[in-house]
């Protein structure tokens, strides 16, 4: 997992946490999984969840950790350290002080362990899908929607990996869909996903540049799920914005079939 220079926005650190808690609630979340070369780590601890939480949003010196994880500094230090050996995390020296060190996430995030109640049982759904579609990709649609329902079902939140495959798949997809021109280059995406059947993207606004996405292959016909749930999406417009323009950009979906809306919406800041 390549790791980032870029230092975090601090307001958006502290937004994200909050959103999180939020949305799902920290008293929810129970297990948090860290693909490491030793293996996959189970995440339990809320004081642990909540540093790496902010690590993912960027790398941090120990003081930072201290100042934003709100905990006493031989408190994060134990946690620290206990990451460090489970190879969930790594430090370097801070160039500007070598007496310190930054901390970064050198393991891939997998995802969550939680339970959620769906509000649709998976064999109505699916029988839905059975009796009244007959397209052959409609099928494939209901294979990937089935398994990641049961994953959900099941407590298990794939979003971190679905997230991740679409940033690869964004990074590969570019060289057909770049353009210098803006317009081309958004032509060219809204092309690429009413042809392979992704959905209908249309632009919104440009300031800030805001798209929806009609009939999105991702979450069209899932059930209500009470979050966005476009993280493969997310990623490819993620990874294709990213380097139109030459620097991190964050996505944020804010409107989402799984959030009962009609249409997906994705804000490119």
Excluded at 158 to 171: S, T
Aim: aromatic share 10%.
């Amino acid at each position: 997992m390549e790791k980032t220079n870029i230092k975090p926005d601090r307001n958006i650190i502290n937004k994200d946490i909050n959103e999180n808690n939020h949305v799902y609630g920290s008293e929810n979340i129970q297990i948090e999984l860290f693909a490491t070369p030793k293996g996959v780590k189970a995440v339990k601890s809320p004081v642990r969840v909540k540093i790496l939480s902010m690590l993912r949003e960027g790398d941090l010196s120990f003081d930072e950790i201290v100042k934003f994880s709100g905990r006493a500094k031989s408190t994060v230090s134990s946690h620290l350290k206990s990451m460090s050996r489970e190879g969930i995390i790594s430090s370097r020296v801070d160039p500007y002080d070598a007496r310190k060190k930054i901390f970064f996430i050198q393991s891939e995030y997998i995802g969550k362990l939680q339970r959620q109640q769906l509000q649709e049982d998976i064999s109505a759904y699916i029988q839905r899908y059975i009796s009244s579609e007959n397209d052959p990709f409609e099928f494939f649609r209901l294979i990937f929607h089935t398994i990641r329902i049961s994953l959900l079902t099941q407590g298990v939140d794939i979003d971190p990996i679905l997230h991740e495959a679409g940033l690869k798949v964004g990074k590969a997809l570019y060289e057909k869909v770049k353009d210098p021109e803006r317009d081309n280059f958004l032509g060219n995406i809204a092309n690429f996903w009413e042809t392979h059947s992704l959905g209908t993207v249309e632009v919104k606004t440009l300031e800030p540049l805001t798209i929806s996405v009609q009939d999105c292959f991702e979450c069209s016909g899932l059930p209500y799920l009470g979050r966005p749930a476009c993280a493969f999406d997310s990623g490819i417009l993620e990874s294709l914005f990213s380097l139109y323009n030459n620097e991190k950009t964050r996505v944020k979906e804010t409107k989402c079939y799984a959030l009962g809306d009609k249409y997906c919406r994705f804000v490119i800041e």
